[in-house]
């Protein structure tokens, strides 16, 4: 055999017998070490929390649980949640599907005393009573909403409102930029019948 046939010979050999030097599926090997620390890890995390939740809820400090009081107006039903809020976990899952949409408080909860068009009888789309009006917020007007919340739906009317009627189409809308300062009068909802309803003697917690 010629030096330069045993020299391709060895070169083509070489890599195998490296091969057999080496485990290439050391990647694959479990690292004791990161499981280690993983586990370290979520147990210290696990534990403070339930170190945090132990001193809060034992000693009867469950203020931080609980949502804020009602708004005077609905202070009788500040111990009966469920005449507002179903049983759907609507908390929940709005913040796991972060969908703001998602409601524990549908419109039919407050137009069993609130009679009337939810919003406008020629709105386009609907509105929840919820995105407009929050409870929870403590002992004030429930009806408070932020300027900017309403003139990004006042200011610009015609997009939000039904014109297939004859005559619509032509028909003017005031745009509203907004309502402080006495440029534009705040608007009366037209749902102002409340229904008698029964109930319990109003019962306000003030915040401790």
Sequence with gaps: MLPSQRDAKSASEYPKSLSSWLELDYF??????????????????LGCTA???????????R?????ASVSTAHALFNEDCQACHDATFGTAKRLLSGNNAVRSVTDEACLRC?????????????????????????????????????????????????????????RPFRD??????????????????????????????RPT
């Excluded at 203020?63 to 949502?67: D, F, K, R, T």
């Excluded at 909802?189 to 019962?203: E, G, H, L, N």
Aim: aromatic content about 4%; some cysteine.
């Design 63 to 67: 203020q931080i649980y609980q949502a």
């Design 51 to 61: 170190l945090i939740a132990a001193i809060t809820w034992l000693p009867g400090n």
């Design 176 to 205: 509203v930029s907004t309502f402080l300062g006495g440029a534009h009068p705040h608007p009366r909802s037209s749902s102002r019948t409340i229904r008698k309803t029964k109930a319990p003697s109003a019962s306000i917690t």
């Design 28 to 45: 694959r090997r479990p690292r004791r070490l990161k499981r280690v620390r993983s586990l370290v890890t979520w147990t210290v995390l």
């Design 114 to 170: 609130h009679a009337g068009d939810v919003h406008h009888v020629r709105q386009v789309g609907k509105t929840a009573c919820v995105s407009c009006h929050h409870e929870h917020q403590g002992l004030k007007a429930m009806a408070r909403v932020k300027d900017g919340h309403c003139t990004s739906c006042h200011a610009d009317l015609k997009s939000y409102t039904d014109t297939t009627k004859p005559g619509d189409a032509d």
